[in-house]
């Protein structure tokens, strides 16, 4: 791991990502970030996140469907679940004890270096928008915007 600064930008995207739950695009994160900071530029919120990514203080995803990279501020072992109706991404935490890699080496001769696993369904929210009407009085759930 290269050594970095911690600039007061990256300590701000740092403490941002790290309440966040949303895994918010470089532009989601930068317009959280604007009103608190108006001098900080998208690029310097994009540079950023590169960075940290690299270093391993945010999880930057690849998601299979996407063409913007979204950011995760738990650097921690987990997956995702995607909602493919409203595209809110969730965690799912992982086993201390589960181990895939090994498993996967040993099973194909590869020396497996890192995995992804994604899952995909639909969420609470729009599981409920989906139900039939009388279930909730005549009403129409309106789903919160996150």
């Not at 790290?18 to 900080?40: C, Q």
């Not at 998601?63 to 072992?77: I, M, T, W």
Request: glycine share 6%; aromatic share 6%; charged share 30%.
């Amino acid at each position: 791991m290269i050594k970095m600064r911690m600039t007061s930008q990256r300590k701000a995207i740092l403490e941002t990502m790290s309440h966040l739950r949303t895994h918010p695009t470089a532009d989601e994160l930068y317009a959280i970030l604007k009103p608190k900071m108006p001098k900080i530029s998208l690029a310097t919120v994009y540079r950023n996140l590169e960075v940290l990514a690299s270093q391993g203080f945010v999880k930057k995803l690849s998601l299979g469907g996407s063409a913007q990279k979204r950011f995760d501020g738990n650097p921690e072992p987990h997956w995702h679940v995607h909602c493919v109706k409203c595209g809110r991404i969730g965690d799912v935490e992982v086993k201390k004890d589960f181990n895939p890699i090994q498993d996967i080496t040993m099973a194909s001769g590869f020396d497996v270096q890192n995995f992804q696993i994604e899952f995909w369904g639909i969420c609470p929210d729009c599981k409920e928008e989906s139900q039939p009407e009388a279930k909730t009085g005549g009403r129409r759930h309106v789903r919160k915007k996150r």
